[in-house]
């Protein structure tokens, strides 16, 4: 018989359709998510309902997640990022809200133009997902991404290195960037 933490990695919605399972994800990554999320809005109050938020979230859609796809800490990441910019776009709808709860965090937030794209950790988890969907492409199409886009080296240089024609490492640029996209829109995250 597997435990509640066992589960929290495996199988179709990883566990997480019931009370146990999302209880062992929680206990899991739960520090991590809340500590992530506290850096981004730098309010421990709203770092609890939006780490809280996660994982209902995960719970409710559960049988979305495919540990094919990426690994539950991955998946989880993904929506407390979404979580936390829903929580910074509301803040700006309600910049009243935050100011009766005293919450300066939230309202530099809200008048900050990147919001929380500016924190190393989000950077840090975006770095991952796209890492994640980089694993996914062919061994040609991430190459001539990794080259030509991440390292940006001249693609007359990547091409002559590989041996290929220019047109040819164009074309795997242009399909391996379709194929990344498809990735990341199954991962469930916007490119």
Same mark, same amino acid.
């Given at each position: 018989?597997? /435990?509640?933490?066992?589960?929290?990695? /495996?199988g179709p919605g990883a566990g997480?359709?019931?009370?146990?399972?999302v209880h062992a994800a929680y206990l899991q990554h739960g520090p991590e998510i809340y500590r992530f999320v506290l850096r981004s809005l730098g309010d421990p109050g709203a770092a609890e309902d939006v780490t809280q938020e996660t994982f209902l979230k995960a719970w409710r859609h559960a049988e979305r997640y495919d540990p094919g796809l990426a690994s539950l800490r991955v998946w989880l990441f993904?929506?407390?990022?979404?979580?936390v910019i829903d929580h910074v776009r509301a803040?700006?709808?309600?910049?009243?809200?935050?100011?009766?709860?005293?919450d300066e965090a939230v309202q530099a937030a809200?008048?900050?133009?990147? #919001?929380?794209? #500016?924190?190393?950790?989000?950077r840090l988890v975006g770095q991952w997902v796209v890492e994640e969907a980089l694993l996914r492409l062919s061994e040609q199409h991430r190459v001539a991404i990794v080259? /030509?886009?991440l390292r940006e080296r001249p693609y007359d240089e990547?091409?002559? *290195?590989?041996?290929?024609?220019? #047109? /040819?490492?164009?074309s795997r640029v242009f399909y391996g960037l379709?194929?990344?996209?498809?990735?990341?829109? *199954?991962?469930?995250?916007?490119p």
């Open positions: 018989m597997r /435990t509640a933490e066992a589960r929290a990695e /495996t997480l359709g019931d009370e146990d399972g993904g929506i407390a990022r979404n979580a803040a700006r709808v309600r910049p009243w809200q935050s100011a009766l709860a005293g809200v008048h900050d133009a990147g #919001g929380p794209a #500016g924190d190393p950790s989000e080259q /030509t886009h990547v091409a002559a *290195e590989l041996g290929v024609p220019v #047109g /040819t490492l164009r379709k194929a990344l996209r498809a990735a990341m829109d *199954e991962m469930g995250v916007a």
